[in-house]
């Protein structure tokens, strides 16, 4: 059965296939192949055609599929911007969302900063990540890809006698171009949520 966010990413791809640009596969940063075109997305192999937008194996949720049909329809065909890093209050119109964000992208996080920490490796393997190397702040930083034009770099801290932990969330320097800024809070709740499923 298909649910209301399915129903809407369907729609958002169709529109994305509707009249594409030649070079579709290449702005979204995926794969042209004769099932459609396939991303990596939150960890796991999406493919798209002009009526679905799809998980491999059926593993992803529907929410994480609007999410990828919503960067399909906002192709670009400019190349991700990496640094400088951008905090979610700088992104366009993000005033409403900014609660939100800050409990289910970041606090949520902050219980496991211990397990991130023990299990850098896998965490950075999640999403095509990489740990940053003498990072400016913080006990652990490192960067992920859940879509493939738009990364999110974590600056974690462990709890001392002064401070619980804490997790920081920041986007790519371009990232509000390729989704809106709803849409991109979403992300970083997606993300968190992936990450700590590893832990489960």
Known sequence: MTDNYQQLANSNVAEAFHSPPTDLARRLGGQQTDSGITLKAFGRRWVL???????????GSSVEALLVSLYARH?????????PFVAFKELPDSAPYAGAFARHAQLSLAPFVPLMDQRRDDLCALMDGALAKNPPAGDL??????????????????????????????????????MPTDALADVGEYTAKAIIAMFG
Do not use: G, W
Request: charged share 15%.
């Open 75 to 83: 192709n670009n065909s400019a190349p991700m911007q990496r640094e």
């Open 141 to 178: 930083a490192f960067t992920l890809h859940p879509l493939p034009k738009i990364a999110l770099h974590y600056i974690c801290y462990h709890a001392d006698e002064d401070f619980p932990a804490a997790v920081t969330c920041l986007y790519s320097h371009n990232a509000s171009i390729f």
């Open 49 to 59: 055609t002009p009526t679905a937008v799809m998980a491999e194996n059926d593993q």
